[in-house]
């Protein structure tokens, strides 16, 4: 099945599940089986009259003694058996379920009609066998040149992929020891595959010098040759992506949050006429306004004295009621993104309520830190002190003393600004190792005493960069916050009472 048609297949099982009904689309699909199989049957017969007129072939009597040892025809018998599967799958199986169309059963129906595919497939691949594996061999036998010149080909590229390989990989485990066991690893299962072409490639040379080579031999070696090319290539490619990770290092730094407030009111008009001799006042129309908090504040007060809505404006034959007032939220933050040393501030972005109350407590603080010498994968998301992640990276500074003995991390090269966080406050290394051996990896560190680091810690709330800026300014903001989020609907009206005006 190619992608489109698997594509398309998924949304069908997708809307099968969703309307929970055998529709028309699935019931003709399911209504087609017996053709498929009626066409793999043909296929297949049409494939054993080939192989029969090969048999009586020239070239058959020089493939022969393959034939016979590895039984070819039982090939063909095999795809009849599977053919045979699948017609028994679906007069036994999938007829019943096929009459009945019960909702319940639409999960097995599916997974019957992809066992069904599964066997026809298979069935497929058995019936061709046969004259695919005789060519492979004629091949080998009338082009062992060629035959060699593609291995050798192909040896020569898996030998030059597995010098570069190596040369990366062993960089790395200089440039980063926490990684020697992992990249060990990955250089020993790729030369397994190395060690496996050039037994295979070997082979493949000797085999040919013999007065009587075996082509079978020659074919499986090279095409495991090829196998395992394809291999090394793919590792290769998966463990350069991975050796680059190493030398990527960045954090994501919450640097400024706010809430802004989003109020409206829902105003409906109704309306009559007034020539008429009974009570025929409708609703005629309803439109949401945006309010600015003066606004929202002055329609607060009319709905604390009429919960169930106001007269807002009225005409001769309309009135236009406020009857609905709610106070929405929109959540921002701001970060810093330092990556290789490199520092840039995004602007406002906008992020979900449960986001924001999640890193309520993290202002100045990385939430999100992937230090040099680790994957993507092993990257930091439990907030942490803004750098220090970083610390005890060689590629960011080192340990130093001051002058009453303490060690202490100094940064220096293009991490040299971290030395100004905090109004330049240090990390020390004992600071540091209670985060590495308790909190990295585990849980959010905002200092040994919980107290000095994130919003409501000492080194944020007295470094001027914090202080200026728009959650710093906001002095009242987290009392507001509390009383927006709760704030809610502040009624529903109805309107003019009993109707008319």
Known sequence: MNKRKYILFLLLIISLMMTGCWNKQFKRRVKEIPEIITSVKGKTSEKRKKFQDFTKSSNYTMVKVYAEKENWEDHLNKAEQEIAKAESMYETQMIPLLKKQKKETIPQAVKLMEDIKTVMKNAGKESSYPMIRAEKILHAINSTNDVLNTNKKN????????????KLARKAQDDYSNKQEDLQNRIKSIHLNWDSLKNADKMVKSETKNDNPDYALIVDKSQLVSDELNTIQKKFGDNKLK????????????????????????????AWSNYADYDNTRKVGETKERLTMQEYEKYLQHFNKYPD????????????????LELNEKYYHKFAITENGERTETNWWEVSEETYEKHEDDLGMDVVAKPYGFYEDEKLTQPTPEGMALVGNKECGRWERDRSGNRYWA????????????????????????????????????????????????A??????????????TKSFKSQATSVRGAGR?????GPGAGGK
């Open 155 to 166: 040896f020569n590229t898996a030998k030059a992929t597995i010098k570069e390989h190596d």
């Open 243 to 270: 050796i680059e990770q190493l030398y990527r290092c960045y954090t994501k730094t919450l640097i400024d949050m706010k809430m802004e407030p989003h109020p409206w009111v829902l105003l409906v008009k109704y």
């Open 309 to 324: 809505g106001f007269l807002v404006k009225s005409g001769s034959d309309y009135e236009i009621w406020a009857e609905e």
């Open 411 to 458: 940064w220096y090269g293009r991490y040299h600004f971290y030395g100004t966080m905090f109004g330049g406050r240090r990390y020390y290394y004992n600071d540091w190792n209670t985060w590495h051996g308790s909190y990295r990896g585990r849980k959010a560190y905002y200092g040994r005493d919980d107290d000095v680091y994130g919003t409501y810690g000492s």
């Open 460 to 473: 944020v709330q007295s470094d001027k960069r914090y202080q200026g800026s728009s959650y710093g300014k």
């Open 490 to 494: 502040t009624s529903r009206g109805r």
